[in-house]
Nanobody, 119 residues
Framework: QVQLVESGGGLVQPGGSLRLSCAASGSIFSINGMGWYRQAPGKQRELVAAISRGGSTNYATSVKGRFTIPRDNAKNTVYLQMNSLKPEDTAIYYC?????????????WGQGTQVTVSS
């Protein structure tokens, strides 16, 4: 079984910063892509940022230049560094990992962490 445990959410003022962490554990052979998604009330879940095992990244247009997605392959951990936060960044943030178990790849999700940007 594989678990993704997220941490780092909370309340922050506009213009502030937060760093989310997502650690994968379990019977993991390797992890391919990892990413962060978010879902605001009344909206669909959307991709925020993603990173391949080799380090290639992809960002939503709305967060380019403000968010980064570093990754530590040795720790099976992905981060989301969020700077210059805006009220519209308020959402539940979910971690996703494409985990290889023996020869097959499976998609796993974290439990979600709330990020609230408000003065």
């Amino acid at each position: 079984q594989v678990q993704l445990v997220e941490s780092g959410g909370g309340l922050v003022q506009p213009g502030g910063s937060l760093r989310l962490s997502c650690a994968a554990s379990g019977s993991i052979f390797s992890i391919n892509g990892m990413g962060w998604y978010r879902q605001a009330p009344g909206k669909q879940r959307e991709l925020v940022a993603a990173i391949s095992r080799g380090g290639s990244t992809n960002y939503a247009t709305s967060v380019k230049g403000r968010f980064t997605i570093p990754r530590d392959n040795a720790k099976n951990t992905v981060y989301l560094q969020m700077n210059s936060l805006k009220p519209e960044d308020t959402a539940i943030y979910y971690c996703n990992a494409l985990v290889v178990l023996t020869i097959h790849e499976y998609s796993y999700w974290g439990q979600g962490t709330q990020v609230t940007v408000s003065s």
